[in-house]
């Protein structure tokens, strides 16, 4: 008999496609605005634990001058052009709880618009003291970067064995770093310090010519405290005995950006759990009036034998068969938008994002429909109890339940 029940809820559905074409768009847009906001916060949340793990900084040491935008510099991908106080770098290394210190050089090229598509920056690193870019290098190319090679951001156009000219000098991609989420990284193309003093020495064209860079030029230091010493006192002793420096702690800029988003969230939530009980009840009413339009139907189905729990089941199979189907229709569209604007949409709110692994996301796929089917359920138990409850001669007369 479940599988009669089964085929007569969706022989029903079907007789009345538009009315359950509507009640499966409503509950897309409610599963699809609760799924994509699963996909915004795990996005977000992975983008900034991998940019951070990806860096592995514990201090961030930039110029004053960038002043409230110092926290900034990692995730807005606005690398800072100022420079800091010639021999600042070999300073922070002799500070005590310092355990690794490497300097970081940020340019601007020309504009790339026939090659990419988002801003470009030229982040120049050192090699010798790097632990930023030589462990993706060591892992993936395992070999050094030499000085007319770069490495290209995973959102940038770029692929290896492109050749790119920067400053009027060629040079050649060696590789494509992977996906970070952070723009710092994402949008910005590697060098080693060396190719960047040569441009700024030997210059081959107007723009190289303004850059009027010192070899002990830096525009960022990145710090790895030791592992007794707190972070925090490293970068107060750093702002104390480095003179025009700021020092940021990486994680705080994350938090900074989390706290940021935080009351966003809280309305996002607010307005999530709004479409959830508007859909709720949307569905119950809805059920309600099939039932009472569908009285006679139903008092025939049981003077030829149906029992009161197979009406019963009839109204919760029809009303779980349309949540789930409008579940998986809101989170295909959903997951298909979020793959192909995730990029855009971010970009333009001036976030970093990165897509949740594909365990989360099933995860995420089989909780939300879980709870589609379930709350569908609970929309249609009123009237499904009704629907048991009828009898069969007033039920086949139209008489209201």
């Not at 993706?136 to 959102?155: F, T």
């Amino acid at each position: 008999m479940g599988l009669r029940i089964y085929t007569l809820a969706l022989r029903n559905l079907r007789r009345s496609l538009v009315r359950t074409s509507l009640l499966i768009i409503i509950v897309a847009v409610v599963n699809g605005g609760i799924f994509s906001f699963f996909l915004l916060s795990a996005g977000l949340s992975k983008a900034l634990e991998t940019g951070v793990s990806k860096l592995g900084a514990d201090v961030i040491v930039v110029s004053e001058k960038n002043g409230p935008r110092s926290g900034a510099i990692l995730l807005s991908g606005e690398p800072s052009l100022y420079y800091m106080q010639s021999g600042a770098l070999e300073k922070i290394r002799r500070i005590e709880g310092v355990r690794k210190a490497s300097g970081q050089l940020f340019l601007k090229p020309a504009s790339l618009a026939c090659c990419s598509d988002v801003e470009t920056f030229l982040i120049a690193f050192d090699p010798a003291s790097d632990f930023t870019v030589n462990p993706w290098l060591k892992k993936n190319l395992k070999k050094d970067l030499k000085d007319d090679e770069v490495l290209s951001g995973y959102a940038l156009s770029f692929f290896p064995g492109d050749s790119l000219h920067f400053f009027s000098r060629p040079f050649t991609v060696a590789g494509v770093m992977d996906a970070t989420g952070i723009n710092f990284f994402d949008q910005s193309v590697f060098m080693t310090m060396e190719a960047a003093y040569k441009i700024a020495e030997n210059p081959k064209s107007a723009a190289a010519k303004e850059l009027a860079l010192s070899r002990d030029d830096m525009s960022a230091v990145l710090v790895q405290v030791d592992a007794a010493a707190p972070p925090e006192r490293v970068a107060i002793k750093i702002e104390y005995e480095v003179p025009g420096v700021k020092a940021v702690l990486a994680q705080d800029a994350v938090n900074n950006v989390k706290k940021g988003l935080s009351a966003v969230s809280s309305v996002a939530v607010v307005i999530v759990l709004l479409m959830w009980a508007l859909g709720l009840v949307v569905l119950g009413l809805s059920f309600y009036m099939i039932v009472n339009e569908r009285l006679r139907e139903f008092g025939l189905i049981r003077t030829l034998g149906a029992r009161k729990t197979h009406m019963f089941r009839l109204v919760v199979t029809e009303a779980a068969s349309v949540s789930a189907i409008g579940a998986l229709s809101g989170i295909c569209l959903t997951g298909a938008i979020m793959a192909l604007m995730s990029g855009p949409i971010t970009r333009g709110l001036g976030l970093p994002y990165l897509m949740p692994s594909l365990p989360g996301i099933s995860a995420a796929v089989t909780l939300s429909l879980v709870l589609s089917v379930i709350s569908g359920v609970a929309a249609s138990l009123f009237p499904a109890v009704k629907a048991g409850k009828m009898e069969p001669y007033r039920a086949a007369r139209g008489m209201d339940l």
